[in-house]
């Protein structure tokens, strides 16, 4: 492998540059003309054997590492401005896979629009270890997890469940809905699915709660099943509740008010999945009957 002064040098021509950089890839830190009243900011990491086997191709670990930020500033209505890109791979890697992970990275932002200005990297003898932060900017307001309200329908931009097949590695952050969802009087809380539905659901309710503990009831029926959690062992829809990696966007809407015509949501999405309600815990309606759900999915054991 290449060593980390020969590839710096090389990726100051490999990534686009910008008109806003003031000092790009190459120095200690990155400077950037600042372009908008507020910044959003967020960072993840994905790490080989947790969010991909070894076996994944390059360019997809690269691409995801890029988009699963992008999703939490969807999630926000924000759109995306500025990456910092650190990578920590396993010592010996081939100049050619790690080049790979960086086209991904590189194709990632290109699709979003948003340019990579730093960052570093770092030998181990550990596992691939690749985090992005993502810095960008809400052009309306600030959509948080903690709006929702009693009576509020529960909805989500597209299918669950299944992921492991390869979603996870291929989604594309939803920016255009949620900057668009944030324009909606009718929308008060959002989020982005990471962790499952029934988990990421269960937080959203928590952070809305203010003296009462917010329940959800959601409609068997209405939960939209990815083909590939038909694929799978066990029932369709206990992966669409739980499997996590999704990625598509929660949110709460005011009953009985509707959003705009038009806009890049689809009819479906626009069908309420469940409802808020005042009594606490998860709850699923099926077949006429009604039972508890556990607030499962994907938790890191810490």
């Not at 739980?242 to 949110?251: A, F, I, P, S, Y």
């Not at 689809?266 to 815990?281: D, L």
Request: with cysteine; hydrophobic share 40%.
């Amino acid at each position: 492998m290449a060593t980390e002064r020969e590839l710096t040098a090389k990726l100051q021509s490999f990534f686009p540059q910008h008109r806003d950089v003031v000092v790009g890839i190459g120095d200690d830190a990155a400077v950037v003309k600042q372009r908008h009243e507020r910044t959003v900011l967020c960072c993840d990491p994905v790490v080989a054997g947790v969010h991909f086997e070894a076996d994944a191709a390059p360019g997809l670990i690269g691409r995801k590492v890029v988009n699963r930020n992008l999703s939490d500033l969807a999630a926000m209505g924000a759109l995306p401005d500025w990456l910092l890109v650190s990578l920590v791979v396993p010592t010996g890697t081939d100049t050619s896979k790690l080049m790979a992970v960086l086209r991904g990275i590189r194709s990632a932002a290109a699709a979003a629009d948003c340019t990579v200005v730093g960052g570093d990297l770092a030998t181990s003898d550990g596992p691939l270890v690749a985090t992005v932060s993502a810095y960008g900017h809400c052009p309306g307001r600030v959509l948080q997890r903690s709006g929702a309200k009693n009576g509020d329908t529960l909805h989500v931009t597209g299918s669950l469940g299944g992921s492991i097949l390869g979603h996870h590695l291929r989604f594309q952050p939803a920016l255009a809905e949620g900057v668009w969802l944030a324009r909606q009087d009718a929308v008060r809380a959002a989020m982005d699915v990471t962790d499952g539905l029934l988990l990421d659901l269960a937080t959203l309710l928590r952070a809305s709660s203010n003296q009462k503990q917010l329940g959800a009831e959601l409609f068997a029926e209405r939960i939209p099943i990815r083909p590939a959690a038909r694929k799978l062992p066990g029932e369709p829809l206990q992966h669409a509740l739980t499997d996590g990696e999704d990625h598509v966007l929660l949110w709460t809407q005011r009953d009985g008010q509707q959003l705009a015509t038009g806009g890049p949501l689809t009819k479906r999405s626009r069908t309420a999945i469940g409802r808020v309600i005042a009594e606490p815990g998860l709850w699923l309606v099926q077949d006429g009957e009604r039972h508890r759900l556990p607030a499962a999915g994907f938790q890191h054991s810490l």
